[in-house]
């Protein structure tokens, strides 16, 4: 049985359209009065809806002010990204190292997705594809914590309307970034695995933050993630340590 659209629903779907294109910019202030009668419903179904875009980041509401568009600042994507370079670039190391010919073909089953998406270009086939390829290469430490982290960190973006998608780059773009990732995996080399995915994750962020820049919220310069860069994976001094 289909599951009933509502008009908060419908409320809900065409506001996050409006901030993720653009149409309302972040900072704007909107009242649920004009909302309402812009899109030709109620007060009822627009507080809702206000309220659901508030829970993920979109919105604030402002007392006898109205609704100001939050959208996403250089702060909240340098934030998610130093958090995703701290657990994505181990894990990735680590399924290097550990990965099944079964992972690997999943992988690999990924990789194949996201181009048959790039080659239709159909965005919501490609990206699933890149989730499911996170997803997998999190799951060979076979940590679910992980998983839902990495997941919540990626949505804590993406919901909010940030994507380089046809902003910075395109998906065949995004894809040769992916290939030598599964390459180092499948290769079961560790460091060059960690590499690729801490140049995907540096390059994906600086390109969030270049689009999400203001005068008053000027993106990082090009050595943005270098404080972590020297300790993100560690193969030879972990090494040692076990030695002594």
Known sequence: MAQRTTTTDRVFAALR??????????????????????LDVSRTPVREAVLRLADIGLVSVERNRGVRIRGVT??????????RLM???????????????????????????MRAGADALDEVRFTGHDRTLHHRIAAVLGNPRLQQEVA???????????????????MTEILEEHVPI?????????????ARMEEHLVNTATLLMAQAATPDDPAPGAGWANRLQEHL????????TRQQ
Do not use: C
Request: charged content about 20%.
């Open 152 to 170: 919540a960190l990626r949505d804590s973006i993406q919901t909010r309307g940030a994507s380089t998608l046809h902003r910075s780059r395109g």
């Open 233 to 240: 994976y560690l193969p030879e001094e972990t090494a040692r």
């Open 17 to 38: 359209e409006s901030i993720v294109t653009g149409e309302f910019p972040a900072g704007s202030l909107h009242s649920i009065y004009r909302l309402a009668e812009l």
């Open 74 to 83: 250089v702060g909240d994507v340098r934030s998610v990204f130093e958090l």
């Open 182 to 194: 599964v390459e180092a995996i499948a290769s079961k080399n560790p460091a060059a695995a960690a």
């Open 87 to 113: 657990i994505e670039v181990p894990a990735t190391a680590y399924a290097a190292g550990h990965a099944t010919a079964q992972d690997v073909e999943a992988l690999e089953e990924a990789l194949v997705g």
